[in-house]
């Protein structure tokens, strides 16, 4: 028997019970489709997909095998290729947001109809989001009693990598011709020295992580100059590493007494979480979670959002973090939360357009994360930090990043020495928006007072409906 294994988010050959079952059952025809998904994604994941795709494929051969290339509509390409090598099967692993299950439940009807067996299993989520319940049946809206519900979980230990056997491949395209990096401009080879890609690296980053920061990580998380936190995120989102891996090395290091284990093990679960919403609430990444939020006056695009993106606001932390995801295509939590908290309050500007441009930036975009991070952020989301809550960027670097290491890394204007990965934001940034670094660092949009009471009486002026 013939299988296609149609790869997605699911990068890697260790701990993939859809590769598995493939194995187990006859040979292995390796499939990435470049469908509508993939050309809507933003500049930078896209881009990062294309690096984690070209690894899997040097990957696969070494073992004798090869990644086929199809560049259409998914369930086209799948025929098509059904009919090019005999396949009867087609296996993969299970996605959850709305588009994705769209996609996924038309090519399982189509397949079906022309007698293809069609299988798809788990292997994103530690476990699927409709095997969680409250007590009375519904989802959870609040994350501490998901975690309550969910922490003695068995979690079944990850799945070795299987022996694979092919057939002799079919036509393929070349990665090359797909130009999955066009839209970085020049910014990708700078943010190449900051990425780690495919399964080994993901593995080797899980093993510094655990040997050197598990045992900081509750104490230091929030400090973003700080190398504390796993950068794994980057390596879940393509599947280079399976979050059940992550739960058993997290689990160990508990066990072996890690202060912060499980602290980690919790972030991890606020993945879960997130997938969890996302499956319930299948347009969380478009409309507020909260009723009543659709009258707030929030701000559409604007040219103070437009100073934002590009790390001008004056606002230095805000800058910074900005800055810091255009350089390495991910930004640390704390940042995310403070670079959001100033969008949505301070300039009033709607999460979403906050939203969209993490889209573009971040090479760990998750459309779940995304989602529940810019909603719980902006204080209409589920479990939300209350809206009146609202950062003070500055205070917030007395308290995570007092001798300024943070912000010396990323801001380089009225620096007499800027750091090089300061300088570097000038390189990966395009020519048209202008910046120089010898320039002066701009003077902020706006007092920060000034912001924080316009939001809070937008906020008390809101009609508050429950
Ligand atoms: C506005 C906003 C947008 C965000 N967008 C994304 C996104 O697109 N992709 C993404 O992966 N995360 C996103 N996050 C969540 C979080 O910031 C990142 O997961 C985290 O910074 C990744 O770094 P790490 O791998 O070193 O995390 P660690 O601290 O090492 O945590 C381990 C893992 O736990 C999970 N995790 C940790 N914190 C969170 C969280 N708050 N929510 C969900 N999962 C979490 C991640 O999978 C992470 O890799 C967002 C948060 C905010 C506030």
């Excluded at 103070?304 to 995801?325: P, Q, Y």
């Excluded at 670079?339 to 979403?352: F, I, N, Q, V």
């Excluded at 960027?393 to 995570?400: L, R, S, T, Y």
């Excluded at 010396?408 to 620096?415: G, S």
Aim: proline share 6%.
């Amino acid at each position: 028997m013939t299988i296609i294994w149609w790869i997605r988010r699911d990068m890697r050959l260790a701990d993939n019970p859809a590769l598995c079952a493939a194995a187990r059952n006859g040979h292995v025809i390796p499939v990435f489709i470049c469908d509508p998904s993939v050309e809507a994604l933003g500049a930078a994941p896209k881009w990062r997909l294309g690096l984690g795709l070209e690894h899997l494929m040097a990957q696969i051969n070494a073992l004798g095998g090869q990644v086929i290339l199809r560049r259409s509509d998914a369930l086209e390409a799948l025929k098509s290729l059904i009919q090019d090598t005999g396949a009867t099967a087609v296996y993969w692993s299970r996605l959850y947001d709305a588009d994705s299950i769209a996609r996924d439940t038309r090519v399982k009807t189509g397949l079906q109809e022309i007698g293809v067996d069609t299988q798809s299993f788990e292997g994103h989520l530690l476990f699927e989001p409709w095997t969680t319940q409250t007590k009375q049946g519904g989802f959870y809206k609040v994350y501490t009693p998901f975690w309550r519900n969910v922490k003695e979980r068995d979690i079944p230990s990850a799945l070795p990598t299987p022996k694979l056997t092919f057939t002799d491949p079919p036509a393929t395209d070349d990665l090359t011709s797909w130009h999955l990096g066009a839209e970085m401009n020049r910014g990708a080879d700078v943010v190449l020295a900051h990425a780690r890609v495919g399964e080994s690296a993901a593995q080797d980053r899980l093993g510094d992580f655990i040997d050197e920061n598990i045992g900081h990580y509750k104490a230091r998380r929030d400090f973003p100059a700080e190398p504390v936190c796993s950068g794994l995120s980057e390596n879940l989102t393509y599947g280079e590493i399976s979050p059940r891996q992550i739960w058993h090395a997290g689990q160990h290091a508990l066990f072996e007494g890690a202060q912060g284990a499980e602290h980690f093990l919790k972030e991890l679960v606020w993945r879960e979480f997130a997938y969890h919403l996302l499956y319930y609430v299948p347009n969380l990444p478009q409309d507020n979670f909260r009723s009543g939020w659709e009258k707030f006056p929030w701000r559409d695009d604007n040219k103070d959002a437009n100073l934002w993106r590009r790390g001008r606001t004056g606002v230095r932390f805000v800058d910074a973090a900005m800055r810091e995801m255009y350089v390495t295509g991910t930004m640390h939590n704390r940042a995310r939360m403070i670079a959001a908290s100033y969008l949505t309050k301070h300039l009033l500007t709607d999460w979403r357009v906050g939203r969209a441009w993490f889209e573009e930036c971040l090479i760990d975009w998750d459309p779940a994360a995304n989602a529940m991070g810019w909603q719980w952020v902006a204080g209409c989301g589920p479990d939300a930090s209350p809206y009146f809550r609202i950062f003070n960027p500055d205070g917030q670097i007395d308290k995570f990043d007092k001798r300024g290491v943070y912000l010396d890394r990323w801001i380089a204007e009225d620096t007499p020495e800027p750091s090089v990965t300061a300088l570097s934001y000038f390189n990966a940034v395009p020519r048209s928006w202008g910046l120089d670094h010898n320039a002066a660092y701009p003077a902020p949009i706006a007092p920060l007072n000034d912001g924080r009471l316009r939001a809070l009486a937008a906020y008390s002026d809101m009609p508050k409906s429950g």
